[in-house]
């Protein structure tokens, strides 16, 4: 790209979580170019903006805009997170745990899922969240950094933080200002079209802001891009629960390393442990609470109009991708940085990564409410509806012979997708060739030497309380 060419001028609509990481990436990615984030009143709906859970791509984004882990947990606004307990979300009720990184360990190339079915078919294999070492530290609360150590038992689980939004938000606030950001305390009043989409914005206080790239992090509501292209895919079919009631006590406990989710007749819950306080959303199909978009634009990036968090896709708060998908569209943006005149080539591009990755999001936050095995209540109503199509292919695979097809934007690993399909009791019926040839007796034994592995490296490790005290020193 030529100098001349480059983007010199960003206007960031939204300064909520999203407006304000992207903002701070772009100010830091781009020492040239100005930026312009502008506050508008938030939306109560735009939970990329509030939920606090995170997966553990969160870190190469804190890398990116020059956040320390250490840095957020010492000023309250993050604690760590291995994954989610779910209660109630199966057809028998059994507990089980979604947890980052590895389930077992396979056998040469042949995937430990495979050598766990062939264990359970013959009643030989204890619970396969027993085999993740992250699932044994959530359910014992603790907690320590994985070792670095590949060879090391200790290596094979992964965390994301839980971020407390308004303190995240505080910290982010002052990162932006000291990359130089301007900010701008008034709300949008006009929208001037141009040939390029958008040629400025006119605020309620009479400031004229015009920019070579518009940034919308408006929320659900999608002001910038809406005001050029109307597309949009709607998803409540398979996200059915579409009213969110948030509520939080105090709470003196050190938070737990897992989210907490409950499914019952009428909806589900998830309780976020953050310091101080334990926030509960409760989510139901009708009544009362802040009504839930659930869907994406079709094409985010518009000419110089970019959409992130919920002003291009929104989902309901389900293992938390929210934030994450914000943050990795703010990462593809900056990767595929068009030039100013936003040439179709460069900006379908992202558009079609951006669709890849999001599409996998609304795929496993879709298979828990299509397949988990509960008909009661209000499930009864789509318990085995039809999936979207790439879901459609995954849960044929898989129930056929245990794969997983291959997606290039793959946003959720293949431990995680068998820690859900067989939490809910989604399982293969035949088994893999390759995975036959491992001789039963001896896949069974070590899988026993595994289990009592995890137990007795997690019965050694510290409390998350004492972890966290060190940190905080």
């Known amino acids: 790209m030529s100098e001349e060419r480059a983007i010199r001028t960003i206007a960031v609509a939204g300064a909520g979580t999203v407006g304000l990481s992207a903002a701070l990436a772009f100010a830091r990615a781009l020492p040239p170019t100005t930026v312009t984030l502008i506050e508008t009143a938030p939306d109560a709906a735009a939970l990329a903006d509030i939920v606090p859970t995170t997966w553990p791509g969160v870190s190469r984004f804190h890398v990116a805009i020059g956040i320390d882990e250490l840095e957020l947990v010492r000023a309250g606004a993050a604690t760590h997170h291995l994954g989610t307990i779910f209660d109630g979300w199966s057809a028998g009720g059994e507990q089980w745990v979604?947890?980052?990184?590895?389930?077992?360990?396979?056998?040469?190339?042949?995937?430990?899922?495979?050598?766990?079915?062939?264990?359970?078919?013959?009643?030989?294999?204890?619970?396969?969240?027993?085999?993740?070492?992250?699932?044994?530290?959530?359910?014992?609360?603790?907690?320590?950094?994985?070792?670095?150590?590949?060879?090391?038992?200790?290596?094979?689980?992964?965390?994301?933080?839980?971020?407390?939004?308004?303190?995240?938000?505080?910290?982010?606030?002052?990162h932006v200002a000291g990359a130089g950001v301007v900010t701008l305390r008034s709300d949008i009043g006009e929208i001037e079209r141009d040939d390029r989409g958008i040629g400025a914005l006119v605020l309620a206080d009479g400031t004229r802001v015009e920019a070579d790239l518009f940034v919308d992090c408006t929320g659900p509501s999608a002001r910038l891009v809406g005001a050029v292209d109307d597309s949009f895919e709607d998803w409540s079919g398979w996200m059915p629960f579409d009213r969110l009631i948030l509520d939080a006590h105090e709470s003196a406990a050190v938070p737990a390393t897992a989210d907490s989710v409950r499914a019952t007749d009428e909806g589900w819950s998830v309780d976020w442990p953050l310091g101080g306080r334990t926030v509960r959303a409760t989510l139901r199909v009708v009544g009362n609470g802040v009504s839930l978009t659930r869907g994406r634009r079709l094409r985010p990036w518009v000419g110089n109009v970019l959409a992130l968090g919920d002003s291009a896709t929104a989902l309901d708060p389900l293992h938390g991708f929210n934030l994450d998908l914000a943050q990795q569209a703010i990462l593809l943006a900056l990767e595929l940085l068009p030039g100013r005149d936003f040439p179709s080539v460069e900006t379908d591009e992202y558009n079609r990564r951006a669709e890849q990755l999001t599409r996998r999001a609304r795929d496993f936050i879709a298979v828990h409410y299509l397949r988990s095995g509960r008909a009661s209540g209000v499930w009864h109503d789509f318990a085995g509806a039809e999936p979207p199509d790439s879901l459609a292919r995954t849960l044929d695979q898989y129930r056929y012979r245990g794969r997983l097809p291959y997606h290039e934007e793959e946003i959720v690993s293949r431990d995680s997708w068998t820690a859900a399909l067989i939490g809910m009791g989604v399982l293969q019926e035949h088994a893999d060739p390759q995975a036959s040839a491992v001789p039963l007796d001896k896949a069974v034994r070590a899988m026993r030497e595994l289990a009592g592995e995890i137990d007795a490296t997690v019965a050694s490790l510290p409390s998350y309380a004492d972890y966290l005290a060190r940190m905080m020193r």
Request: positive net charge; aromatic residues 12%; glycine residues 12%.
């Open 98 to 174: 979604h947890a980052f990184g590895d389930y077992g360990k396979p056998a040469g190339g042949i995937p430990f899922d495979q050598l766990w079915w062939r264990a359970n078919r013959n009643g030989e294999a204890l619970a396969h969240d027993l085999y993740s070492v992250g699932a044994a530290l959530a359910r014992a609360g603790k907690f320590v950094h994985p070792a670095s150590d590949s060879a090391s038992l200790g290596s094979r689980y992964k965390y994301g933080l839980r971020l407390d939004p308004e303190r995240y938000r505080e910290l982010l606030k002052q």
